[in-house]
């Protein structure tokens, strides 16, 4: 199974900051006969199900602000807030999706107002 | 308007057995893969279990393996998940989701007490 750690465990950035998450994966989850990373990235917030921010690593979820990206390749990602507010204080996961139907998340990354 | 509706989740002692279902609106249903994800009580998501459209393809987390059993009825629009042998660590909200990330249901919860 492919393991999915990601850094920091939590995470306090001021309002208008950038925050930044990473996130490894134990295999590469780049497909190289498309050339895509199956790799997303969720938000969750107290009491609701995840949401879905961005999908093959760095293509935005539609009605996502562009304020969150996705970047990375292989085994190592990120997910960046370039300028947080205070709407973003959730706990974020990453996820592989490159075992079809077999997928794994990541521990979570809560992050906080400094 | 996508919708998954969960139910099925309560009370059960260990050892005991419970039936969630899933009821999908707004889509295609038997044109996705389908996702059950778990979170247990402040701990972050895990994958379940995931079937693929025709049920043709069906996988499950080791942890889940041998006790919990994925079906879908696609003339129905629902998805399934009967859960035998349950222990304490399965307590944990229930979510179905599509296998694309993009929809989910609010989840439901099971707790499995004496």
């Known amino acids: 199974d492919i393991v999915m750690t990601q850094s920091p465990d939590s995470l306090a950035v001021s309002l208008g900051e950038r925050a930044t998450i990473n996130c490894k994966s134990s295999q590469s989850v780049l497909y190289s006969s498309n050339n895509k990373n199956y790799l997303a990235w969720y938000q969750q917030k107290p009491g609701q199900p995840p949401k879905l921010l961005i999908y093959?690593?760095?293509t935005r979820e539609s009605g996502v602000p562009d304020r969150f990206s996705g970047s990375g390749s292989g085994t190592d990602f990120t997910l960046t807030i370039s300028s947080l507010q205070a709407e973003d204080v959730a706990v974020y996961y990453c996820?592989?999706?490159?075992?079809?139907?077999?997928?794994?998340f990541g521990q979570g990354t809560k992050l906080e107002i400094k | 308007e996508v919708q998954l509706v969960e139910s099925g989740g309560g009370l059960v002692k260990p050892g005991g057995s419970l039936r969630l279902s899933c009821a999908a609106s707004?889509?295609?249903?038997?044109?996705?893969?389908m996702n059950w994800v778990r979170q247990a009580p402040g701990k972050g998501l895990e994958w379940v279990s995931s079937?693929?459209?025709?049920?043709?393809?069906?996988y499950y987390a080791d942890s889940v393996k041998g006790r919990f059993t994925i079906s879908r009825d696609n003339a129905k629009n629902s998805l399934y998940l009967q859960m035998n042998s349950l222990r304490a660590e399965d307590t944990a909200v229930y979510y179905c989701a599509r296998a694309t990330g993009d929809y989910w249901g609010q989840g439901t919860l099971v707790t499995v007490s004496s």
């Open positions: 093959w690593a760095s």
């Open positions: 996820q592989q999706y490159y075992s079809t139907l077999r997928y794994t």
């Open positions: 079937i693929s459209s025709s049920s043709s393809y069906i």
């Open positions: 707004g889509f295609t249903f038997s044109s996705y893969s």
